[in-house]
């Protein structure tokens, strides 16, 4: 499978942005898609997942209450709606598809990262 990230950018602290991944190609025994981020000089972190029938969702704490990921199954596209945004989210955000939920190594494939940078 191929993933497309998009939609990054500069947004002022309180502001919205909304993330979108385009999955193209194979999705033999994929079961979710979910976003990563990795802010500088700290590893990479879960955000949010979602199933691939797009029914059951995982958030991580710190963005719960402020992130939505949902998924449109006729474009096989998953979405990350960004509300509320802090300092601390300024990372490069990546989406992966797996067969897991939570933990990265259970994503096997993965996109090219798009930068967030949120300003105060």
């Known amino acids: 499978v191929q993933l497309q990230a998009s939609g990054g950018g500069l947004v002022r602290a309180g502001g919205s942005l909304r993330l979108s991944c385009a999955a193209s190609?194979?999705?033999?025994?994929?079961?979710?898609l979910g976003w990563f981020r990795q802010a500088p000089g700290k590893e990479r972190e879960f955000v949010a997942a979602?199933?691939?029938?797009?029914?059951?969702?995982y958030y991580a704490d710190s963005v719960k209450g402020r992130f939505t990921i949902s998924k449109d199954n006729a474009k096989n596209t998953v979405y990350l709606r960004m509300n509320s945004l802090k300092p601390e989210d300024t990372a490069v955000y990546y989406c992966?598809?797996?067969?897991?939920?939570?933990?990265?190594?259970?994503?096997?494939?993965r996109g090219q990262g798009t930068l967030v940078t949120v300003s105060s």
């Open positions: 979602i199933n691939w029938s797009g029914g059951v969702t």
């Open positions: 992966a598809a797996g067969t897991g939920t939570t933990r990265l190594y259970e994503y096997n494939y």
């Open positions: 190609g194979s999705r033999f025994r994929l079961t979710a």
